[in-house]
């Protein structure tokens, strides 16, 4: 994406999205302040009954940041991330007339010749585009079709979600979401370009060429453009299929789900940003997990994949100096003891089942929807006491991959010995090597 993209600056786009965002999110905000002055035990509640009102009639990138935020637990009140989490993400699909004009503009008034089918229905409509079956050259074909104007939904609605951070600012002083703020506009601007997920599309395709028990969909780069993205159909079912097969299965996706996320992370220092349960299938007797969905990948430095290996160590040996030079290294300013041990409250949630050398589930009693909250209020309510903590912006794709997939562990019931999972990711780690891993595998895609 350029900075002459028209689509992008289409000024009368940006005029009437700010507007109608605005006008919702100005109602939230005169809602809380009546909230407010009325007070009682369920302030918070209504507070988030209003702004989930604000935004519920809308779609698109909006929409889609709120719902990142929704799956950051350590971000949101509990009472938020729930009404959040509920809003739906799918939009109506668009019909026929649209998506004749739309590929056309993209590939050319003569479109249709070069598919040997293509239905105009379409298969799936997410906040910002949807996707249709095709063939062509033999080959089941998956095409992904942006929706248009999307680059101007996109910067008229991260202007506004600074709006929504200051209607959160109002009710939690612990945590400044600053930087939160500006990765989820940094990964929402990488998701509209097309060009740049073929890309890790590639990488991950290459990183998992040896593996038959986990497919990666190949671009079509001769059916694709920046916000046209075609590519190979993998046939396979949703997890929830999955959720009442006997012990081993379950045990089998859960094994792979965390390869798919975790070992990429440890090797290459990228990870899948969103394990949203529509982001992967599964063939019907779990032979093979097929990873979707490539528009919302993170890349990190290879300090901050370090560091993450070096918290897991020093929490495991409880050297305390260990752990302050790990949050230090992510970017953690004024550090202090009572800082260490809030911030090791979370550290302990989210690496506890990497700390114990058994088997056993990810959590025990706890609803996949719930995973996380209980404790991130508890963190949050710790740090009262020491005012607005800046949490690095990596955080927040790094908080989503492993509350989500935990949720999805807790749906299949997943029974394993997640410490020596990790203990194999980690084989031959070290930071030099993540970094020259991920020079050549970014390199051989052109990123």
Sequence with gaps: MTDQDPERDR?????????????????????????????GDDETARNARALKAALGGLKGPLMKAAQMLATVPDL???????????????APAMGAPF????????????????????????AHAASLGQVHRARAEGRDLAVKLQYPDMQSAVESDLGQLRLVFSLYKRLDKTIDPTEMGQEIGDRLREELDYAHEAKLMQLYGAYFADRDDIAIPVPMAELSTQRLLTMTWLDGQGLMKFTSAPL???????????????????HLGVIHGDPHLGNYSLTPHAERLNLLDFGCVRIFPPSFVAGVVR?????????RDEQWAAYESWGFKGLTVELIDILNMWARFIYGPLLDDRVRSVADGIA??????????????????LG???????????????????????????????????EASLDGFSQSRVAQSQAVALAAVGL
Excluded: C
């Design 388 to 422: 607005p903590v800046t949490v690095p912006r990596e955080f927040v794709f790094m908080d989503r991959a492993a509350i989500g997939l935990g949720a999805a562990f807790l749906h299949l019931g997943a029974e394993l010995n997640w410490r020596s999972l990790f």
């Design 311 to 319: 918290l897991y160590r020093a929490l495991l040996s409880g050297d």
């Design 76 to 90: 949101l009140p509990p009472e938020f991330a729930q009404e959040l989490a509920e809003l739906q993400a799918n």
């Design 99 to 122: 998506v004749r004009r739309r590929m056309a503009a993209e590939l050319g008034p003569d479109w249709r010749s070069r598919f040997e089918a293509f239905e105009l229905e379409a």
């Design 11 to 39: 000024l009368s786009g940006r005029l009437s999205r700010f507007a109608k965002v605005g006008a919702g999110l100005g109602r939230a905000g005169a809602q809380m302040s009546a909230n407010r002055l009325i007070g």
């Design 248 to 266: 081993d299965i379950r045990n089998r996706v859960a094994s792979l789900l965390f390869d798919a996320w975790w070992r990429p992370m440890t």
């Design 368 to 385: 996949p929807s719930r995973y996380g909250r209980e404790e991130a209020f508890k963190v949050k309510q710790a740090l009262n006491a």
